[in-house]
C-alpha cells in the first residue's frame, strides 16, 4: 500500500440502462447524494488519510449535472496524482470535452455488446451513444478504456471483435467476470461465465499474458497491437493487493465491497464533526481493511448489495 489508497467516489445511485446483472433503470436524483463541496471536503480528508487516486463512479455519474463541477472541486484540492471516471458512455460524447477541462485524467467506458440489438437487450441503452462517447473521450486524450462483462449466452461470442476494437483504437479492452452480488441470482447463475473459460477464449486467438501491474486489478495480455486485460474478481480475487476504498454518495466510507458501513462520514460531518474528528474514523476504518476474501474462510450466506448503490 506504499503507492497510496484508490478511491471509488460513488456520486449517485442512479443509472438510465437496466443492465441485468446489476439493477433496473433509476434516473432519480439521490435525495442523501452529497453535494459538490461535501464531497471534496470528504475527498481532503481522505486524501490526508493515504488516498492518492479518485475514480467517480455511479450508478452513473454523468446523470449529475454537477459532475463537472466536483471534477473541478477535487483537482483544486493538490493531493490527487489522477481523477478518473467510469460511465455508460450514453452522455459522454457532450461531456468529454468540459470534463477534461475541468482536470479529469482517464475515463472507463463500459460496453457489453458490439451488436446494437444485443447491447439493447444486455443494458437498455444505444450502442451508438457508448461509441460516440468513446470515440469522444479519445479525442479528447482521455486515454479511455473499454470494460465488457462477459456474459455466457449473451456475448461470449463477441471476445474476438472486442480485441478487434482494442487493436483498432489503441485502447485497452478488459473483460470482466461478472459477480453475483446477490441482486439477481438467477441471471448470475445462467450467464455467470468464470474467468477460466475467458481466458480459454484469450489464449485460443493467440493472446499472451503479461501479468499484473501492482495493485491492477486486471490481468494483462497483449494480442498482436491489441491491449487487453481480464478481472477475475469473482473466482480468483485479489484482496491480498487491494488497495480500494469505496465513499458512497451519502459520505459513507467502505474499504471493502463485502464490507458493511464502515465509517458513516458524511452523517458525522452533517452532525457537526471537524476535519480532524473526521480524519481519525476515516485512519480506523482504512486501518481495519481486509487483506483477504472475507467469503473464502466460511460458508455464510453471501450478502446481497448491488453495485450501483455502493459505488461499483
Known amino acids: ?163 478487434a476494437l482494442a487493436g483498432r483504437l489503441g485502447v485497452q479492452v478488459r473483460f470482466i467476470e461478472m459477480m453475483d452480488t446477490g441482486v439477481a441470482p438467477a441471471y448470475a447463475a445462467r450467464h455467470g461465465l468464470p474467468a477460466r473459460e475467458i481466458r480459454a477464449r484469450l489464449e485460443a486467438l493467440g493472446a499472451r499474458c503479461v501479468g499484473r501491474r501492482g495493485s491492477a486489478p486486471a490481468v494483462e495480455y497483449r494480442l498482436g497491437e491489441a491491449k487487453l486485460g481480464l478481472v477475475a474478481s469473482e473466482t480468483e480475487p485479489f484482496c491480498d493487493r487491494c488497495d480500494r476504498l469505496r465513499l458512497g454518495a451519502d459520505g459513507t466510507l467502505r474499504t471493502c465491497l463485502y464490507a458493511g458501513t464502515c465509517a458513516a462520514l458524511g452523517a458525522l460531518a452533517r452532525q457537526g464533526a471537524d476535519d480532524a474528528a473526521l480524519l481519525e474514523v476515516a485512519r480506523a476504518a482504512i486501518a481495519a481493511k481486509r487483506s483477504f476474501h472475507p467469503l473464502a474462510a466460511c460458508a455464510a450466506p453471501r450478502p446481497a448489495f448491488s453495485m450501483a448503490a455502493i459505488g461499483g
Open 1 to 163: 500500500m506504499g503507492a497510496g489508497y484508490s478511491l471509488r467516489l460513488q456520486v449517485t445511485g442512479g443509472c438510465q440502462l437496466r443492465c441485468g446483472y446489476c439493477r433496473p433503470d433509476l434516473r432519480r436524483a439521490d435525495p442523501a447524494a452529497r453535494s459538490p463541496q461535501e464531497l471534496a471536503r470528504l475527498v481532503a480528508i481522505l486524501a490526508e488519510a493515504g488516498v492518492r487516486r479518485v475514480r467517480i463512479t455511479g450508478g452513473e455519474p454523468l446523470l449529475r449535472p454537477d459532475v463537472v463541477e466536483i471534477v473541478e472541486r477535487l483537482g483544486r484540492l493538490g493531493r490527487l496524482e489522477e481523477i478518473t471516471l467510469t460511465t455508460n458512455g450514453q452522455r459522454l460524447g457532450r461531456m468529454a470535452s468540459p470534463l477534461r477541462r475541468a482536470g479529469l485524467s482517464r475515463v472507463n467506458v463500459h460496453v457489453d455488446s458490439l451488436v446494437p440489438e444485443r447491447y439493447q437487450r444486455i443494458c437498455g441503452g444505444r450502442l451508438e451513444s457508448a461509441l460516440e462517447g468513446l470515440q469522444a473521450a479519445l479525442a479528447e486524450g482521455l486515454s479511455p478504456k473499454v470494460n465488457v462483462v462477459v456474459l455466457r449466452g449473451e456475448n461470449e461470442d463477441e471476445v474476438p471483435s472486442f480485441c
